[in-house]
């Protein structure tokens, strides 16, 4: 099992839709990045097929999701957010945030990793 380090460069844009930043990094299967949200910033609502589990390690973010926006929760250090696939959802930072963002299975390439796992 190799180690997996993140690499916490500011310049790597995670994603097209988001304003987060921070290191991406897949194997075949699997995605992990590490994202870092500034107060106010997030992401616009997208959907993927993969399913993803967002684990807040540090701030807050409040998440909208569902096709009409029905759910709007907060998610704060410790707790974490499951977007099923296909499932419209988005993200704001209440403060400065730190997520740790989990997909699979990885079927698509919504943009470029910056590392690989394995």
């Known amino acids: 099992m190799p180690l997996v380090t993140f ?6 844009q ?6 987060g930043q921070g290191a991406v990094l897949r194997s075949e ?9 500034p107060q106010g910033k997030g992401a616009k609502a997208h ?3 993969e399913e993803q589990l967002s684990f807040v390690v540090s ?4 998440v909208t999701a569902g096709d009409d926006g029905e759910m709007v929760y907060e998610v704060g250090p410790g707790e974490a957010t499951f977007n099923p696939s296909n499932v419209l959802h988005g ?7 730190v997520v740790l963002s989990l997909k699979a299975p990885l079927t698509s390439d ?7 796992l394995g």
């Open 14 to 19: 995670v994603a097209g839709y988001s304003d």
């Open 29 to 37: 299967h699997f995605e992990a990045a590490k994202i870092h949200f």
């Open 91 to 97: 993200v704001e930072a209440l403060e400065d945030t």
């Open 47 to 49: 959907r993927h097929p």
């Open 59 to 62: 701030g807050r973010l409040r």
């Open 110 to 116: 919504d943009y470029e990793a910056t590392g690989k």
């Open 7 to 12: 690499d916490d460069s500011p310049d790597n």
